[in-house]
């Protein structure tokens, strides 16, 4: 090849853009539970305390991670298809909530949540699952594996939405004591003052995580996969600690997330 032909050959670009979202998005994560493990153990958490420590250790992983190599940037948007993953499951569930009418919605006798207490603790990990599903879109190595990871997270999104709205559930939360105090009971009165009681069948929340979490099977780290089961089965836990979810719902999510990761991963393997 000439010179002249070299001079104006296309230039592949590189991006470090999954890369740094990562990076904040398992900080976030990671801090989460270490705030609900600590508060488990008997501390309570200042909200600003703990925003400030989670602030500062993003904004660290941040920096080390731009010292990483980069990625093609075809693999480097990615990241904002995850981004926007989310926003479509958000303004599906708030539609959904809205055409139905919780007097309306059908609620459960669940002898199993019944006995179990009320642990806003559990709140940080239950939120986290809102980070912890644009993971996969941050790691996946290959194209046509973040294609068929995004074909199965449309098909939750929309199979739960068509659910929510044709068989509408309900879950009356108990109110969380006055004297409950930490970060914890701090982040689960804002859900309650913002999350419909509706919606609950299945629970989107706990099947984006196990989906997430299958996902990062092809990814090319095992440690990053046996995190992602970990962190999936905290989130479906913290869904009942937290009463947010029936068990009922938990495990429909956990199944529908099966069959969606069955359907799109089979004989897929990383090159």
């Not at 199979?159 to 969380?176: G, H």
């Amino acid at each position: 090849m000439s010179a002249a032909t070299r001079s104006t050959a296309p230039q592949a670009t590189a991006s470090h853009a999954r890369t740094v979202v990562l990076a904040a998005l398992l900080a976030v994560v990671a801090c989460g539970q270490v705030w609900t493990l600590v508060e488990l153990a008997g501390a309570r958490l200042l909200p600003a305390v703990a925003l400030g420590i989670e602030g500062t250790v993003v904004v660290a992983a941040v920096l080390a991670a731009m010292r990483r190599r980069p990625e093609s940037t075809e693999l480097g948007r990615w990241w904002a298809i995850g981004v926007a993953v989310f926003l479509v499951w958000a303004a599906f569930y708030f539609a959904a909530a809205r055409v139905t009418e919780p007097m309306h919605a059908r609620t459960f006798d669940d002898a199993i949540l019944e006995r179990l207490p009320l642990l806003p603790e559990f709140a940080p990990i239950y939120l986290g699952v809102h980070v912890f599903g644009v993971v996969p879109f941050c790691v996946l190595p290959e194209t046509r594996l973040l294609r068929r990871h995004l074909l199965g997270a449309v098909l939750i999104v929309v199979l739960s939405a068509i659910a929510w709205t044709a068989l509408p559930v309900r879950l009356d939360r108990p109110p969380i004591p006055a004297d409950a105090t930490g970060f914890g009971a701090w982040l689960l009165r804002g859900v309650h003052a913002f999350d419909p009681t509706t919606n609950c069948f299945p629970s989107a929340h706990c099947a984006i995580a196990v989906y997430a979490a299958a996902g990062l099977r092809l990814a090319r780290s095992r440690a990053l996969f046996a995190w992602g089961i970990v962190t999936a089965v905290l989130i479906c836990i913290s869904t009942v600690m937290t009463r947010q979810h029936y068990v009922a719902d938990v495990a429909s999510g956990a199944v529908l997330a099966a069959l969606c990761a069955y359907g799109t991963q089979r004989g897929a393997r990383v090159r």
